[in-house]
Structures are given as structure tokens and as C-alpha cells.
């Protein structure tokens, strides 16, 4: 018999039931008559901030299609969950994806989605948002792979990530970004799209759900349902170390001109030029600015770092 947690249709339950005693402000989104993101994401200010209603309604409509999309792989590829408070109004939300794949095939998880205020005596609800992603994948995969992207000027959460690298520095990297959006405004010419032998590709489909991955030694990248997170982020490509081999990536374009992906981001290393893409256009999203890399067996000390800030700021503001 295999474990719990390596059969998703038992580790969603199994989680569920965790959650509800460790995180009993926290409801799966998926257990909602009606989606929740979408209106929480413009009432906490995020889908302004990472400019994603541009295109409204298509993008509530996008939103809408990846939650669809996103019911079939629940556990196994997807997980997200939305703080409530007293009345059951949702308030915050976070998530995780297995979004990409290393260069041996294995997967790499992604912090996303977070959206909620900045009202210290929400702090609580905050720290909840980020610990029961430790905790799920402790249970489920300890030796995942990792990759989040946050905003390092908010101090607070700086600070959490500063101390949380000091504590695993042999397996945890943090650096500056420039989180650039680009948009197909041509095709690719489709003769010229065979992909390197050195990249490794892997296609994911489950119902609608469908995604292309791959990675190299310096890029992983992940094309397919990008508005599970409502900026559209997980389109994404990013390296795997701040100062990658080639500052002009030939992998890169390797993967655009195979995957041929109407919009994504690519998490550039602040010292690098930007990336001018043979029929794409470009702009700076001005919505995140660092880069965190980690394993599976280094979050247990994410969260010790994350619960001494959070006593910091409540013995500061008298909480």
C-alpha cells in the first residue's frame, strides 16, 4: 500500500482535515459555490498592482477557465487556499503549483498568488498564508524543489527571507529580478522550432488542463493555464542561478519559439540587460523584485524564521 501522501485523491482530504484544526481560518478555494479570486484579488489591491485587469473581462474570463481547468489537478499539480474571517468573507488567499520541472525531471513547486492586506493585526492570517504551504509540502514532498518570487521592499518579509537564507545558505539562494511581461505580437516561424537536445521537455494534460515544461542547467520554464495565479505569472521563465552561464541564453529562445506562448514573464537577474524577444514586446511589471530558490528539506527553518518575525512586529506594535 502507498503512502497517503503519494495518491492525491487521499493527500486533499488527508490535508483538508489538517488544516482545518492547524489553519481553521482557511478554506480550500475549490470548496466555494463561487470562485473567490477574482474579487478578492481587486479588493486587496493585487490585480491592480500587477497591472492583470488591463484586459478586462477577458482576463476575468481567463481566471475563470484556469479555475475550471485547475478542478482536475487539485493535489497533484494545484493546491490554493483563502483566509475568511468571522463571517465567512474571504480575506486573503495564497497557493502552490507544481509548475515547472528541474533538468532531471523532477518537479519544482511554486509559491504564488499571495494577496492580502497589510494591517498588522492581520498578521496572523498573513503567516497562515505562507506556513501552510511548508506544511503541505513537508507532508507531501520534502524534497521538492522550490522557486518563489516576492517583493523584497516590503521590509517585513524581506527580513523573513534574509533569515531564512542565513539558516540554509547550502541550499538556499535569494536574488534581485526584473519581472518582465512580454506579449506575441507574430508568430514564430514554425520551421525553426525544434528544441535543444540539452533542454528537457515534459508536457502535463488532465482535462483541460495542459502545460509544457522545460528546463536546462541554467532555465526552467513552464507554458499552460497561466491565470491559476491571476496575474498570469505562471507562464513563466526563470533561471536557476543568479549568474547564469550565458547572459544572451539561447535556451530561452529555444523555449519561446517551441512553446510559442501568447503571453509570459522572465525573471532576468538585475545586473543583466533586458531580453529584447524576436516578436514579442516587452514591459516591466512593477509587482515583484527577488527570487528564491530552496528544497523541500529546508523549509522547516522558513517557518521558524517567519514566526520570530511575526513576535518582532506584535511586541512592536503591542499585538
Known amino acids: 500500500m502507498k503512502p497517503i501522501t503519494e495518491e492525491p485523491e487521499n493527500f486533499g482530504p488527508y490535508f483538508d482535515l489538517y488544516a482545518q ?3 481553521p481560518m482557511l478554506k480550500s478555494r475549490y470548496s466555494f459555490a463561487e470562485d473567490p479570486i477574482p474579487s478578492l484579488m481587486n479588493s486587496t489591491g493585487q490585480a491592480k498592482k500587477h497591472a492583470s485587469s488591463e484586459k478586462s473581462p477577458s482576463w476575468t474570463a481567463q481566471i475563470k477557465a484556469a479555475y475550471e481547468a485547475g478542478k482536475g489537478v487539485v493535489n497533484s499539480h494545484v493546491a490554493q487556499y483563502v483566509a475568511v474571517d468571522e463571517v465567512n468573507r474571504p480575506i486573503g488567499t495564497s497557493a502552490l503549483a507544481s509548475a515547472f520541472i528541474s533538468k532531471d525531471g523532477s518537479p ?63 541550499e538556499t539562494k535569494i536574488w534581485p529580478i526584473k519581472h518582465n511581461r512580454y506579449e506575441r505580437i507574430a508568430d514564430h516561424n514554425t520551421a525553426s522550432n525544434s528544441l ?28 499552460g493555464v497561466p491565470y491559476l495565479n491571476y496575474s498570469g505569472i505562471l507562464n513563466n521563465i526563470s533561471f536557476v542561478d543568479p ?63 517567519l514566526e520570530h518575525s511575526k513576535a518582532l512586529v506584535k511586541k512592536k506594535y503591542g499585538l
Not at 196 to 212: A, L
Request: one cysteine or more.
Open 196 to 223: 535543444q537536445e540539452s533542454i528537457t521537455h515534459k508536457k502535463i494534460k488532465s482535462g483541460t488542463f495542459e502545460r509544457e515544461l522545460f528546463a536546462s542547467d541554467q532555465i526552467i520554464a513552464g507554458f
Open 21 to 23: 484544526h492547524a489553519y
Open 108 to 170: 519544482v513547486w511554486i509559491f504564488h498568488g499571495l494577496g492580502t492586506g497589510n494591517n498588522p493585526d492581520q498578521l496572523d492570517i498573513t503567516c497562515s498564508l505562507y506556513n501552510w504551504r511548508v506544511d503541505y509540502l513537508l507532508a507531501k514532498n520534502e524534497k521538492a524543489n522550490i522557486s518563489m518570487w516576492f517583493d523584497g521592499r516590503g521590509k517585513w518579509l524581506e527580513k523573513v527571507y534574509i533569515k531564512f537564507s542565513k539558516l540554509t545558505s547550502n
Open 243 to 305: 549568474n547564469p552561464k550565458d547572459s544572451k541564453n539561447d535556451h530561452i529562445a529555444s523555449v519561446i519559439r517551441h512553446g510559442n506562448p501568447e503571453i509570459f514573464f522572465l525573471e532576468t537577474p538585475v545586473e543583466h540587460d533586458d531580453y529584447q524577444i524576436e516578436n514579442y514586446s516587452m514591459r516591466f511589471v512593477d509587482a515583484t523584485n527577488r527570487q528564491c530558490n530552496t528544497t523541500g528539506q529546508a523549509l522547516k527553518f522558513f517557518t521558524s524564521s
